[in-house]
């Protein structure tokens, strides 16, 4: 069972535009909702993480917007450029510790 | 942030010989590594959580036997995978989680690319 959906599977978008990359999960148990960006052959890298205690959360060009009614959760990424073409995955994890479930990912491709 | 390192980052071995990965968390005592693999394309899949110092819990379907996993403290994990086979070809990544900037999440080494011929 796919505890969390990510969406869309991969993403084209002009430099300088905004991509948005969103989540949605059915267990309301998790608690912590962190996003990673993984590059071609290297392990992901924690980009921006957020708690439901809050709607929003902003780190650079990198916002996470949160809705908890509808347990959903979204990436944005202001300024898009080619450097951040990678492939991003959602995450999210409640009462069992630090345990993820991953979202499938979304394949960014930022053109110049 | 937190470092996890991976070794090694490549290897290419024989059918039916065994292979070891080695990961480890440079500047913070992990209380939970985690061990997954990636296909190309795909999203990570959970092999294994192990806590230092007691026996890894497996995800359904993964052999034990196959792939174990040694904790033997709070910086190092070990994941072997015995008699290789070409179907055990996959990119290894290893977590680290408790500790670091933020103790909830985990941190990723770089990976590891195994072939096996």
């Known amino acids: 069972q796919q505890q969390v959906k990510q969406s869309p599977q991969s993403l084209i978008v002009q430099k300088g535009g905004i991509s948005i990359i969103n989540c949605a999960y059915e267990?309301?148990?998790?608690?912590?909702f962190p996003w990673y960006q993984q590059f071609p052959g290297k392990g992901p890298a924690l980009l921006i993480a957020i708690r439901p205690d809050v709607s929003e959360k902003k780190e650079g060009r990198f916002t996470i917007s949160f809705n908890k009614s509808a347990k959903q959760f979204s990436l944005h990424i202001m300024d898009s450029q080619p450097g951040d073409s990678a492939t991003y995955f959602c995450?999210?994890?409640?009462?069992?510790?630090?345990?993820?479930?991953f979202g499938g990912g979304t394949r960014l491709m930022v053109k110049p | 942030g937190a470092v996890v390192s991976q070794h090694p980052s490549r290897v290419i071995c024989k059918s039916g010989t065994s292979v070891k990965i080695e990961c480890r968390s440079l500047?913070?005592?992990?209380?939970?590594m985690f061990w997954y693999r990636q296909f190309p394309k795909k999203s990570l899949m959970l092999m294994a959580t192990s806590n230092e110092g007691s026996k890894a819990t497996y995800e359904q379907g993964v052999e034990k036997d196959k792939f174990l996993i040694n904790h033997a403290s709070l910086t190092l994990s070990t994941l072997t995978v015995t008699s290789a086979h070409p179907e055990d070809s996959s990119f290894y990544i290893c977590?680290?989680?408790?500790?670091?900037?933020?103790?909830?999440?985990?941190?990723f080494g770089p990976g590891t690319r195994l072939t096996v011929l």
């Open positions: 500047d913070f005592q992990a209380t939970t």
């Open positions: 267990n309301t148990a998790f608690d912590y």
């Open positions: 995450a999210a994890s409640g009462n069992a510790g630090n345990m993820l479930t």
């Open positions: 977590s680290a989680g408790g500790g670091g900037r933020s103790p909830d999440t985990q941190y």
